[in-house]
């Protein structure tokens, strides 16, 4: 069976741009969500998608956004990259049963690394 | 701000020994409660998750749970070297469902 899985595994942008990162979860997950790691610190939440509806949004720049397709498949989108949007994204996926959210599971990641 | 305080280590314990991991949270609506895993240059991986107060053991890992002093812990049974990783507690952050992380605690166990 397969995990979540990430695309691409890294990436180097130019501040300035836009990248697009992409994640497909787990049969049968419904609920996907975003996190971003920078070095040293514990992952933090950027977007909740369940059933192509957007849950959940932590305390990140209008810059980021991101989307849930009807297969459940994610993207993440980031404009006008800075140098301090260099980077572990994560995506993650989980069951759902009563509203309650089950077991994330996570990506391998997408690198990002602006310069 | 829902916040999750844990001690950044590192933690060194030889071989053999019981490693204790512990953690705090500031949410009291937090239903869910996990621990991970993550190796340098690696995504978290999921090694336990808890749900009510109390103990709850899987193989070397017991994860313990007290909602009134809103505290978790994870203990390592048995360290093994393969165990040196961060280990990241993670919380749900109410109705959203999403998982706050704590900074973790960076596990060192010496053979």
């Known amino acids: 069976d397969a995990g979540v899985t990430q695309s691409p595994t890294h990436l180097i942008k130019t501040r300035g741009q836009h990248v697009t990162l992409r994640c497909s979860p787990i049969s049968g997950h419904k609920s996907v969500s975003w996190y971003q790691q920078v070095l040293g610190q514990g992952p933090q939440f950027i977007f909740q998608?369940?059933?192509?509806?957007?849950?959940g949004r932590g305390n990140f720049p209008d810059r980021f956004s991101a989307r849930q397709f009807p297969n459940y498949s994610s993207e993440l989108n980031v404009n006008a990259l800075l140098l301090g949007d260099s980077a572990l994204y994560l995506c993650?996926?989980?069951?759902?049963?009563?509203?309650?959210?089950?077991?994330?599971?996570f990506g391998s990641g997408t690198r990002l690394t602006v310069v | 701000q829902k916040e999750v305080e844990q001690n950044s280590g590192p933690l060194s314990v030889p071989e053999g020994a019981i490693a204790s991991l512990n953690c705090t949270y500031s949410?009291?609506?937090?239903?869910?409660f996990f621990w991970y895993r993550q190796y340098s240059g690696k995504s978290p991986e999921l090694i336990m998750s808890i749900y009510s107060n109390g103990d709850k053991e899987d193989g070397r890992f017991t994860a313990q749970l007290n909602k009134a002093s809103q505290y978790v812990s994870l203990l390592i049974r048995d360290s093994q070297p393969s165990d040196s990783a961060t280990y990241l507690c993670?919380?749900?952050?109410?109705?959203?469902?999403?998982?706050?992380f704590g900074k973790g605690t960076k596990l060192s166990v010496k053979p």
């Open positions: 998608y369940y059933e192509k509806e957007e849950r």
């Open positions: 993670a919380v749900t952050g109410g109705s959203q469902g999403n998982l706050i």
């Open positions: 949410d009291r609506v937090s239903q869910s």
């Open positions: 993650a996926s989980s069951p759902t049963r009563g509203g309650r959210y089950y077991g994330y599971t």
